[in-house]
């Protein structure tokens, strides 16, 4: 069993950045594609991005495609969304998200791929 914790919300205004981290807990951190996915108000939640095993892989949403970075610590059990430029469109709640994948460089673009989920982080960009 996985457990994710996300940190690092917060206020921005446009044009700004900020940094998002997931902190994971129960072992076999190694063997999970990382995602991160988000969900605006009255929205239904969308893929942000994803990270494969040995960090050889990566995907990312057509929204957020050159202005987000994702990495992962495969020491430290942790993964992070790096977000620059930021728009007001980018207001949502951000999610991190762990599926078991036997390859090391699958990514996941679906959520039901992810077995654990985080329980969020609130990204509001103001304009």
């Known amino acids: 069993q996985v457990q994710l914790v996300e940190s690092g919300g917060g206020v921005v205004q446009a044009g700004g950045s900020l940094r998002l981290s997931c902190a994971a807990s129960g072992g076999g951190f190694s063997l999970y594609v990382m995602g991160w996915f988000r969900q605006a108000p009255g929205k239904e939640r969308e893929f942000v991005g994803s990270?494969?095993?040995?960090?050889?892989?990566?995907l990312y949403g057509d929204s957020v495609k050159d202005r987000f970075i994702i990495s992962r610590n495969n020491y430290m059990d942790s993964v992070d969304l790096q977000m620059n430029s930021l728009k007001s469109e980018d207001t949502a709640i951000y999610y991190c998200?762990?599926?078991?994948?036997?390859?090391?460089?699958?990514?996941?673009?679906?959520?039901?791929?992810?077995?654990?989920w985080g329980r969020g982080t609130q990204v509001t960009v103001s304009s």
């Open positions: 998200a762990a599926g078991r994948a036997g390859s090391i460089l699958t990514v996941f673009e679906t959520s039901t791929a992810y077995s654990f």
């Open positions: 990270i494969s095993r040995n960090s050889g892989a990566i």
